[in-house]
């Protein structure tokens, strides 16, 4: 891994628009109208995580010296936000990510931190973090808050059955 520069704004948003150019060619939409989007949404999103306070930090993912995905953290004092992990086609199913989360869960458990993340619920990275770790905490049906606690008893908010208002549980 290596910090991400302005110089690999181009990789990332090629990365961006492999997570994204699925759905987007489901919707039929032109390669023209996917490039454009996703070049805006990439803007749009690399412009928001300095927003964040701490500002995110986007880190380069590589594989024998090839960049081959992205990592987006947010590091605030109280708990970390894995903001996004993104990794090519052609990358995938390696355990790439499931190192990348390792990792960093380390790193979090070092610091006295637990992390959490949004993903959606019919994301294809669901399994991953659930393979390491994360349990659903809070979901609206199309959304859900997952967290991993590194360890640490407490109480957290679990969806109900059939798209009901979480409950607490310990």
């Known amino acids: 891994m290596r910090p991400a520069t302005e110089q690999d704004a181009a990789f990332l948003c090629a990365v961006y628009r492999s997570v994204r150019e699925p759905e987007l060619l489901a919707i039929g939409w032109p390669d023209a109208q996917i490039t454009a989007f996703c070049e805006i949404q990439h803007r749009f999103r690399t412009a928001g995580y300095e927003q964040y306070l701490p500002p995110v930090e986007s880190t380069l993912l590589l594989w024998e010296d090839t960049p081959v995905g992205m990592l987006a953290v947010c590091r605030a004092p109280e708990r970390w936000v894995l903001v996004a992990i993104e990794i090519l086609p052609s990358a995938r199913s390696k355990g790439i990510g499931t190192e990348v989360i390792a990792r960093l869960q380390q790193e979090a458990k070092a610091a006295g931190v ?32 997952m967290e991993w606690p590194h360890g640490k008893t407490r109480a957290s908010r679990r969806p109900g059955k059939n798209g009901e208002n979480p409950k607490t549980v310990d």
């Open 114 to 145: 637990g992390l959490q993340l949004q993903t959606r619920t019919n994301s294809p990275a669901l399994r991953l973090y659930e393979r390491c770790g994360f349990a659903c905490v809070a979901s609206d049906g199309a959304v859900q808050r």
